[in-house]
């Protein structure tokens, strides 16, 4: 038995499920990339065989948008995200709820920061999607 925290977990049922994955480090959610980066980079397979392909973008709107391509392609895609990261996805959620485009975005939820950096854990940045058509799980 091996011991790891909720990033870890994401991370790794994230990677063995997906072909695509777009990644822009924030966090908390940055660890997941990291780790889907690294395991990518040392040739490790997910479930159908293949090393997910890994990219790093320039931005989360640009992860997303990343994503959105892929889905497009029929690629299995992902990403992982937090915060005011989340809020800069949020164009391109609608866009994929309309379209019912199936995807997974793991979110590692932050307070969003008002008036200066925040790195307290709350609801405000998951809140603030609910409106997108979005399906949301939550654990």
């Not at 320039?58 to 915060?83: K, Y």
């Not at 790195?119 to 809140?127: K, T, Y």
Request: glycine residues 10%; aromatic residues 6%.
């Amino acid at each position: 038995m091996i011991t790891i925290d909720g990033n870890g977990a994401v991370a790794s049922v994230a990677f063995r499920t997906s072909e695509v994955i777009a990644i822009y480090p924030i966090t908390p959610s940055s660890t997941m990339a990291e780790q889907a980066d690294a395991w990518a980079g040392n040739g490790l397979k997910n479930v159908w065989g293949d090393v997910p392909r890994v990219v790093e973008m320039q931005s989360e709107a640009g992860a997303i948008g990343a994503v959105h391509g892929a889905l497009q392609t029929g690629a299995l895609s992902t990403s992982f995200t937090s915060s005011q990261g989340l809020l800069l996805m949020i164009p391109t959620l609608y866009k994929l709820a309309g379209q019912l485009m199936p995807f997974v975005l793991h979110v590692a939820a932050r307070t969003v920061a008002t008036h200066a950096l925040s790195i307290f854990g709350d609801h405000s940045d998951v809140m603030a999607v609910r409106q997108t058509g979005c399906a949301m799980l939550c654990a």
